[in-house]
T-cell receptor, first 109, second 111 residues
Framework: DGGITQSPKYLFRKEGQNVTLSCEQN?????MYWYRQDPGQGLRLIYY???????QKGDIAEGYSVSREKKESFPLTVTSAQKNPTAFYLC????????FGPGTRLTVT | LAKTTQPISMDSYEGQEVNITCSHN???????ITWYQQFPSQGPRFIIQ???TKVTNEVASLFIPADRKSSTLSLPRVSLSDTAVYYC????????????FGSGTKLNVKP
């Protein structure tokens, strides 16, 4: 069953803690992306990766970090430096057409 | 980075045809136009993509005029389940453009 998985669906953390969001795809896509969505807003690009061991900052990369050690995996770490980390995080893969995961809703208190 | 402008919201009734227009004045020669649908608390889903003229698939049609500065997504005979946010994007695979999602159009289909 091909697709993108994100885990967990809901995540709760205390302020000051780093947290890593998982994203896995078995679609054999080179390109992967991380977006952030706030209530009532569109998606904003955090990081993207065109190929393994390479990634680029998107529009709102501050306070986030990523790695791309495997083609299938593109984890996102939300660091304590991110001022407003509570949001809905979406991972996607694909080039011309992006396939999205189900999302992770992160709440930081 | 080619940005897009869409209406914030639209209302329709079941069984009607809905047309959502997107403005993209700065579209580049190599850019394609892509539309996505998003339900609450889910990731967006690809609907249709085109470069020029008209594209049709099993769920929608996409009309693109010759100057390509706008495009119209047409949803035939909408149902309540079509209530969602619709995003228009422009970008190209050739330059690995960062697609700009914007705020989308919230379509509300009423019974």
């Amino acid at each position: 069953d091909g697709g993108i998985t994100q885990s967990p669906k809901y995540l709760f953390r205390k302020e000051g803690q780093n947290v890593t969001l998982s994203c896995e795809q078995n679609l054999n896509h080179d390109a992967m992306y991380w977006y952030r969505q706030d209530p009532g807003q569109g998606l904003r690009l955090i990081y993207y990766s065109q190929i393994v061991n390479d990634f680029q900052k998107g529009d709102i990369a501050e306070g986030y970090s990523v790695s791309r050690e495997k083609k299938e995996s593109f984890p996102l770490t939300v660091t304590s430096a991110q001022k407003n980390p509570t949001a809905f995080y979406l991972c996607a893969s694909g080039q011309n057409e992006q396939y999205f995961g189900p999302g992770t809703r992160l709440t930081v208190t | 980075l080619a940005k897009t402008t869409q209406p914030i919201s639209m209302d329709s009734y079941e069984g009607q045809e809905v047309n959502i227009t997107c403005s993209h004045n700065n579209i580049a020669t190599n850019d394609y136009i892509t539309w996505y649908q998003q339900f609450p608390s889910q990731g967006p889903r690809f609907i249709i993509q085109g470069y020029k003229t008209k594209v049709t698939n099993e769920v929608a049609s996409l009309f693109i005029p010759a100057d390509r500065k706008s495009s119209t997504l047409s949803l035939p005979r909408v149902s309540l389940s079509d209530t969602a946010v619709y995003y228009c994007l422009v970008g190209t695979v050739y330059n690995f453009n960062k697609f700009y999602f914007g705020s989308g159009t919230k379509l509300n289909v009423k019974p």
